[in-house]
């Protein structure tokens, strides 16, 4: 089982970046996968999640208008869109996958937000 995610970087305030997460090793499509962050000295928090098939998801306070979550089942990866990005979304970004008890995590992608 492996989630990895890319798409990482540094972005000035107000740019937008586009987060992967690519799923293998189990049945993607009926996973529930979330994303979350942590920032330096923060826990973690949960910034939203998408339905195993991609007709629902939810997404913080502080990120709903600006991010977007998306899924493609075909190929095993999920997405976070986001955009308008502030200081404050400066964090280690995980994509998590969950089927019943079965929960998975990938290692985090670094987004820093700054000018």
């Known amino acids: 089982v492996q989630l990895v995610e890319s798409g990482g970087g540094l972005v000035q305030p107000g740019g937008s970046l586009r987060l992967s997460c690519a799923a293998s090793?189990?049945?993607?499509?009926?996973?529930?996968m979330s994303w979350y962050r942590q920032a330096p000295g923060e826990e973690r928090e949960l910034v939203g999640v998408?339905?195993?098939?991609?007709?629902?998801?939810n997404y913080s306070d502080s990120v709903k208008g600006r991010f977007t979550i998306s899924r493609d089942n075909a190929k095993n990866t999920v997405y976070l869109q986001m955009n308008s990005l502030k200081f404050e979304d400066t964090a280690v970004y995980y994509c998590?996958?969950?089927?019943?008890?079965?929960?998975?995590w990938g290692q985090g992608t670094q987004v820093t937000v700054s000018s």
């Open positions: 998590k996958s969950q089927y019943g008890r079965s929960v998975y």
């Open positions: 090793g189990f049945t993607f499509s009926r996973y529930t």
């Open positions: 998408i339905s195993s098939a991609g007709g629902s998801t």
